[in-house]
């Protein structure tokens, strides 16, 4: 069975502080994906990256970057949190055109 | 760019009726069409995929079910549960290659009464 690991489940974190949320998958995919998911808005797409050391813009990159040194690990950071990034936010990943798996997710708060 | 709207946002059904959510997407080359079950504080899981050389898939209780003329593909959950209450997600692939990208919908809460 597949297994997305993010690092935490919630984090609490400063208006300027710099931020990562860490993510591991175990099966090898070379695709991983970072979202971020508020009420109303779905599960939308801000980086996502389809081999080590590549990566691509979602639909919501703005104060985001993105780091993926290895395959199996997907890092988000925030470089200076805001308080409108509170959030859900969900990793996942998958092997080519088959079904994504997602994480947990990290319930984000910036006071 | 692709754009996947979802209908509706909310629904509510007493349990043992049939419950319907459909999408509509914009790229007519999205070829993967899957659909995502949120519970409470869980993440969300694949209930059911389809590609578009069918144009139906079922599963026991759940069906899925495609038009690409139409741009439009529907979850169809008949004789519903308690345990079916929860946050749907359709999705559509988007671009070429192999990357997977998808494009989700806003989600639809349904709440089914016992």
């Known amino acids: 069975d597949v297994k997305v690991t993010q690092s935490s489940r919630y984090l609490v974190k400063r208006t300027g502080e710099k931020v990562f949320l860490e993510c591991v998958q175990d099966m090898d995919h070379e695709n991983m994906f970072w979202y971020r998911q508020d009420p109303g808005l779905g599960l939308r797409l801000i980086y996502f990256?389809?081999?080590?050391?590549?990566?691509e813009k979602g639909d919501i990159p703005e104060g985001y970057s993105v780091s993926r040194e290895k395959k199996e690990r997907f890092s988000l950071i925030l470089e200076s949190a805001s308080t409108n990034q509170t959030s859900m936010y969900l990793c996942?990943?998958?092997?080519?055109?088959?079904?994504?798996?997602f994480g947990d997710g990290t319930r984000l708060s910036i006071l | 760019g692709e754009n996947v709207e979802q209908h509706p946002s909310t629904l509510s059904v007493q349990e043992g009726d049939s419950a319907v959510i459909k999408c509509t997407y914009s790229?007519?080359?999205?070829?993967?069409f899957p659909w995502y079950k949120q519970e409470l504080g869980k993440r969300p899981q694949l209930i059911i995929d389809?590609?578009?050389?069918?144009g139906e898939k079922k599963d026991q209780r759940i069906a899925v079910t495609l038009n690409k003329t139409a741009k439009h593909f529907s979850l169809h959950i008949t004789e519903t549960q308690p345990e079916d209450s929860a946050v749907y997600f359709c999705?559509?692939?988007?671009?070429?290659?192999?990357?997977?990208?998808?494009?989700f919908g806003q989600g639809t809460t349904l709440q089914v009464k016992p």
């Open positions: 389809i590609r578009s050389n069918v």
């Open positions: 990256s389809y081999d080590v050391k590549m990566k």
């Open positions: 999705a559509a692939v988007h671009g070429s290659g192999n990357t997977g990208k998808l494009i």
């Open positions: 790229d007519s080359a999205s070829n993967y």
């Open positions: 996942a990943s998958s092997l080519g055109w088959q079904p994504q798996h």
